[in-house]
């Protein structure tokens, strides 16, 4: 089995309204049944995901 997993940002809590993490997470499962042909059984996400130093270091 493989998990996706993915950061993406920064931005300013300011710029991120109510309700913001689901039309990322619809775009992610219309991205996923298109390239796998399946629904995912699950999607975690949120705004609140931190980098890694190491991550933080790459950027």
């Not at 998990?3 to 990322?24: F, H, R, T």
């Not at 931190?50 to 790459?58: I, V």
């Amino acid at each position: 089995m493989k998990l996706w997993s993915c950061k993406i940002g920064e931005v300013s809590n300011k710029k991120v309204p109510k309700g913001a993490d689901k039309p990322m997470r619809d775009a992610v499962r219309k991205a996923y049944k298109e390239l796998t042909g399946e629904e995912p059984k699950f999607i975690v996400s949120g705004w609140g995901a931190q980098l890694t130093k190491a991550e933080r270091d790459a950027v």
